[in-house]
């Protein structure tokens, strides 16, 4: 099986971001949006009948669909950093310094170059669709990056439902703000993380089981609350290990790269400020002024016919040479300038 | 430094002739525009002023207005690029007016643009440098001229003539005798339009202490009235004394600070002439020409004339038309003389 991609594809869809890593970087992005101003644009996608191409042609064909999937997005939006997972194998791509209506342009131009996407599958050619939702920063009213990114799955779904192939933008962003500040006021307040405190119910339960097992009678008091604390300390030792082994390398070396794009973001996006503050400043004084056209043109040079041409053509001479011995006296004394 | 790109493939020449002066920088232009700046040049302060100002930089008389805010610079003092304890923000100072006037004279993205530049003859090289490296980067090619001769090359007084050129700072003379003049054809002195100001000022606070007046006001008074004449019309002005306007009259103060600088002038010309072929010298004392802003004293050429019979025993003097702008269209002219391969090898 093969797929022609453009030349921009940099390997398999394992290459993305994990859905934890993709969003955290995209609410960085986003949040920097919000405080620069600036227009983003955030599309989720997703191929169409995917699952039953699965089925079909097995695990493998499915990586490698999303692989030249995630190839065209990359291709078709420049924004190849912040491209990642959903859960469901859905892919999100998150497109700084893009207006609302970039939205809708890039959505066709993916739609379009994944339907010319060709992927050979036991010796038949197959292609594929995908459905896009879509959704934008440039709005009035509260917005945040869950609403967006909801705005967005919401299309997702309708663009599914209509048979797929298309682009969707659903607009609900009223409607999932207002829901997000309903569900953020009946989540409780997180516990706090450390020390642990065991309850007293369970030190209890705890307790009444020591005594079941070693059949301790109300004597043996001390005994009790001695073993109580080995096992409670012994068990706590053995999940805080746990939880230490169950941070692999491989999520730290993800933070890490996430830590460095972070930081790449911030640069080119401060890059990206300088060029438009430049850009501004040289539009400004093009739109002002675009000049004032010579009488000449061509290079003109003295005309045979002028008064006392022969004496001036010998003065055009002098004043050359002596710019010529200019140049020379400036370039042997390079300190000049001191 | 190299010089600006030229464009592609230019849709048209645009030659300037600029004059940078100790008190006026001026461009002529292919395209018919004509600009002068005040030679002041201002950085804001700090931070507040420039958010106030709203501009990194400052040209000629919005920056002298607003010269409280200002690191100010007159960069071209004696008509020489400033050296010195500032010198270097001098050389950017004078490396921005040089832009300026560039971008005033409008060119044209898509034309080529060649420059001469007309530079006080006794510019020292880093000055020069300086000009130079300023203009290369905002023009194609450039060259340097001397100011004087190019005034003459303007008005076709190509030989046995005598060019004074009254600037600010200083006064040129130069002797045009046919060839490209050289280091013996030119006097400088520095009995110019800033002396006059001086002697002016020095002369009113003698007549009338009480008076409080800046430098600034005296260079606008005699700019209104300078004269020379022997019949002239009262000069009555308002000075502030103790903070209220009081008037003054200061028509003799004004003669003589404006007729101060004539006797140097008949020095350096009879050491010009001095020395010439004598069979040339009576036609040399007939053709001098006066430019420069200072030359705009009424009665100026008359007086001049006066003290060259008195103390040469002849004397014709011819004003230029346009005084401010004699450098920069003689400058003009030479751009447009000047052959392409010329300016092709000094891009
Ligand atoms: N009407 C006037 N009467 C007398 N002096 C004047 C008049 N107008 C301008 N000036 C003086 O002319 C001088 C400026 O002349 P100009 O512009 O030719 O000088 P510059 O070329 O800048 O100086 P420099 O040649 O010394 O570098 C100033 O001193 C100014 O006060
Ligand atoms: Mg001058």
């Known amino acids: 099986m093969s797929f022609q991609t453009g030349g921009s594809f940099r390997g398999s869809a394992k290459d993305l971001f994990s859905p934890a890593q993709i969003q955290h970087l995209m609410r960085v992005e986003f949040d920097r949006a919000q405080r620069y101003n600036y227009p983003l644009v955030l599309l989720v996608l997703g191929v169409d009948r995917l699952a039953q191409l699965q089925d079909l042609y097995g695990a493998d064909v499915k990586d490698e669909i999303q692989g030249g999937v995630a190839g065209v997005l990359r291709g078709t939006t420049r924004a190849s950093d912040s491209l990642g997972y ?110 642990v405190q065991i309850p007293d119910t369970a030190l209890d339960a705890l307790g009444q089981r020591i005594r079941e097992m070693f059949g301790l009678g109300e004597g043996d008091q001390d005994l009790l609350a001695r073993i109580q604390r080995e096992v409670v300390a012994s068990a706590l030792r053995e999940v805080q290990e746990q939880v230490r082994r169950a941070l692999p390398d491989e999520a730290r070396e993800q933070s890490e790269r996430i830590e460095l794009l972070e930081r790449r973001i911030a640069k080119l996006s401060e890059s990206l400020g300088m060029t438009e503050a430049e850009l501004q400043r040289v539009l400004a004084q093009r739109s002002v002024d675009g000049g004032v056209a010579s009488v000449y043109k061509n290079v003109q040079g003295l005309s045979a016919s002028a008064a006392q041409a022969e004496l001036k053509k010998t003065l055009m001479s002098k004043i050359f040479e002596a710019n010529v011995e200019l140049r020379r006296q400036i370039d042997a004394a390079p300190d000049a300038r001191s | 430094m190299p010089a600006l790109q030229p464009p592609a493939k230019p849709q048209g020449v645009l030659y300037l002739g600029i004059d940078l002066g100790t008190s006026r920088t001026s461009v002529s232009a292919s395209n018919g525009v004509r600009e002068t700046v005040a030679s002041y040049v201002g950085y804001p302060k700090d931070v507040v002023s420039r958010k106030l100002l709203q501009k990194d930089v400052l040209f000629g008389d919005e920056a002298l207005e607003k010269r409280l805010s200002l690191d100010f610079y007159r960069p071209l003092g004696h008509g020489v690029i400033k050296s010195g304890e500032n010198s270097e923000k001098n050389l950017k100072a004078a490396a921005d007016l040089v832009g300026e006037i560039v971008r005033r004279a409008r060119p044209r993205a898509d034309e080529l643009v060649y420059a001469v530049i007309g530079a006080p003859a ?196 011819v004003r230029v038309e346009e005084p401010i702008y004699g450098g920069a269209n003689g400058a003009l002219k030479i751009a447009h003389d000047m052959p392409a391969e010329f300016w092709e090898k000094l891009r």
């Open chain 1, 86 to 195: 959903l859960v469901d194998d859905r892919m999100v791509v998150l497109v700084p310094h893009t207006p609302d209506r970039g939205a809708e342009v890039l959505a066709r131009r993916v739609l379009e170059a994944v339907r010319n996407l060709r992927f050979e599958c036991d010796g038949r050619v197959t292609r594929v669709t995908v459905s896009i939702g879509g959704a934008y920063n440039n709005r009035k009213g509260e917005l945040s990056f869950a609403t967006m990114l909801e705005v967005a799955e919401e299309g997702l779904r309708v663009a599914r439902e209509g048979g797929g192939n298309r682009y969707v933008h659903s607009d609900l962003y009223d409607f999932f703000e207002r829901k997000r500040a309903k569900d953020a006021a009946r989540v409780p307040a997180p516990l706090p993380a450390a020390p």
């Open chain 2, 122 to 317: 006794q510019a020292q090289i880093h000055s020069k440098k300086a000009i130079l490296d300023a203009a290369r980067e905002h023009v194609h090619s450039a060259m340097l001229c001397s100011e004087p001769f190019s005034v003459a090359y303007g008005l076709d007084m190509l030989d046995d003539t005598l060019v004074i050129d009254i600037g600010a700072g200083t006064t040129d003379f130069c002797r045009m005798h046919g060839t490209m003049p050289e280091d013996s054809d030119q006097v400088t002195n520095t009995f110019a339009g800033d002396y006059v100001d001086e002697q002016l000022a020095k002369l009113v606070r003698e007549k009338y202490p009480e008076a409080q007046f800046t430098i600034q006001m005296i260079k606008q008074i005699k700019e209104k009235h300078s004269s020379v004449s022997d019949k002239m019309l009262p000069i009555v002005v308002n000075l502030p004394v103790k903070g209220k306007p009081t008037p003054f009259d200061i028509t003799e103060q004004v003669r003589a600070a404006c007729r101060s600088i004539v006797p140097p002038m008949v020095d350096a010309l009879t050491e010009l002439i001095a020395n010439f072929d004598p069979e040339f010298q009576d036609r040399l004392k007939s053709r001098v020409l006066l430019g420069g802003g200072g030359s705009m004293i009424k009665g100026l050429d008359v007086e001049l004339e006066r003290q060259m019979h008195e103390r040469l025993g002849a004397g014709k003097v």
